[in-house]
């Protein structure tokens, strides 16, 4: 079965903190896709980053940095000097090769404070 | 650039009411998706569609119908509203097959149920 964990209910943090927010996820397949999605107070959801099973590399943009480290099962999202405007739920998602059915996690909601 | 486009946005039904939910795409996706997000547990898949005239059953089906006549329209219908509906529903769609694509996501649809 395929599950998605984000522990992290709620964060909440001072402006110009670093934050990381955690994703654990769970697999038979061998192929696979990671997402990241941000749902801003606004309530879309938008595309933050996609990763593929066979690509362990992490990735910045910006002030975003992605740490995917399949030994652990894991693709977390690290925000670096966090701003008011960082302030969202985040949901990690799943999906199998040849799958329509994306597995989301429950999400993580960030509070950015100034 | 509408993308993906949800009306109505918010609702209120009584018990036994029908209505549908109406989702317009304009990026010429051949996949599209209703999900609804409750408190705790993310985003749940509904019902999908791969393609004009096309409709399969997702996580959380029961309650619900869809139709998809228009490769442009996902339509999403509640026969006899229950409280249980009560959710915030969301419309995706996304190039090809979800594995590789990320979902384009509408603004949401709040639905209360009384």
């Known amino acids: 079965a395929q599950k998605v964990t984000q522990a992290q209910t709620e964060i909440s943090v001072v402006e110009k903190e670093d934050v990381t927010l955690d994703c654990v996820y769970e697999?038979?397949?061998?192929?696979?896709?990671l997402f990241w999605y941000k749902q801003p107070p606004s309530g879309e959801l938008v595309f933050l980053i996609r990763?593929?099973?066979?690509?362990?590399q992490n990735e910045i943009s910006g002030r975003y940095s992605w740490n995917f480290q399949k030994s652990t099962s894991s693709f977390n999202f690290t925000i670096t000097a966090s701003q008011v405007v960082d302030s969202a739920v985040y949901f990690c998602?799943?999906?199998?090769?040849?799958?329509?059915?994306?597995?989301f996690g429950a999400g993580t909601r960030l509070f950015v404070k100034a | 650039n509408a993308g993906v486009t949800q009306t109505p946005k918010f609702r209120v039904l009584k018990t036994g009411q029908s209505m549908t939910l109406l989702c317009a795409q304009d990026?010429?996706?051949?996949?599209m998706y209703w999900y609804r997000q409750d408190p705790g547990m993310g985003l749940r898949l509904i019902h999908y569609?791969?393609?004009?005239?096309?409709?399969a059953k997702g996580e959380v089906p029961d309650g619900y119908n869809v139709s998809r006549l228009k490769k442009q329209n996902f339509l999403l219908g509640l026969e006899s509203a229950a409280p249980s509906q009560t959710s915030v529903y969301f419309c995706?769609?996304?190039?090809?097959?979800?594995?590789?694509?990320?979902?384009?996501f509408g603004d949401g649809t709040r639905l209360s149920i009384l």
């Open positions: 995706a769609s996304s190039y090809s097959t979800t594995a590789e694509q990320p979902q384009h």
């Open positions: 697999t038979r397949d061998t192929t696979y896709y």
């Open positions: 990763r593929n099973s066979f690509d362990e």
């Open positions: 998602a799943l999906t199998h090769t040849g799958g329509f059915k994306t597995i």
């Open positions: 990026m010429n996706h051949e996949y």
């Open positions: 569609s791969v393609g004009e005239g096309t409709t």
